[in-house]
């Protein structure tokens, strides 16, 4: 009788971990490019000019800001919050377009960064690159959001 209760328990224990084991496979599946960190499937291309918000979180640029992007330079910028107000004020020129984040992120990659990553959309926009050049050092860490993009006639 006791052996047969040891084996009810452990058949029972098999199925729970079966089951969490299927269900944590299921999470993971449904994982969009976004936010698994892998690599585009598509190839997006930067236009010469289009609209994006970037989200910024570095020791130079910090905040959210609507990037206007004309003949693959940066034409316009809005502070959508505080910092990021005086940062447009004090600093106009530091905001970058999405393809200077992209060659920051190759830099990055080839000068063996101790974090280069970025998470991509399916066409295989960026949007998120996140960078830590030595992570000993204080300070040297960016993460950089991109969002609500649309390209807009030249």
């Given at each position: ?50 609209v994006y918000t970037l989200t910024s979180s570095t020791q130079v640029l910090a905040g959210t800001f609507r990037v206007e992007v004309r ?84």
């Open positions: 009788m006791t052996a047969g209760r040891f084996r009810a328990r452990c058949a029972a224990t098999a199925a729970l971990l079966g089951a969490l084991m299927g269900a944590t496979a299921a999470c993971g599946s449904s994982q969009s490019a976004e936010s698994a960190g892998i690599e585009p499937t598509g190839t997006w291309e930067e236009p010469a000019s289009y003949n693959s330079k940066v034409t316009k910028v809005i502070g959508l919050d505080e910092d990021s107000r005086r940062q447009v004020r004090d600093l106009p020129n530091e905001v970058p377009t999405i393809g200077q984040l992209l060659k920051t992120l190759d830099r990055a990659r080839s000068e063996d960064a101790d974090e280069a990553e970025a998470d991509y959309a399916a066409d295989g926009l960026p949007v998120r690159i996140s960078l830590d050049w030595d992570k000993n050092s204080i300070d040297d860490e960016a993460l950089y959001t991109i969002s609500s993009y649309e390209p807009t006639p030249g």
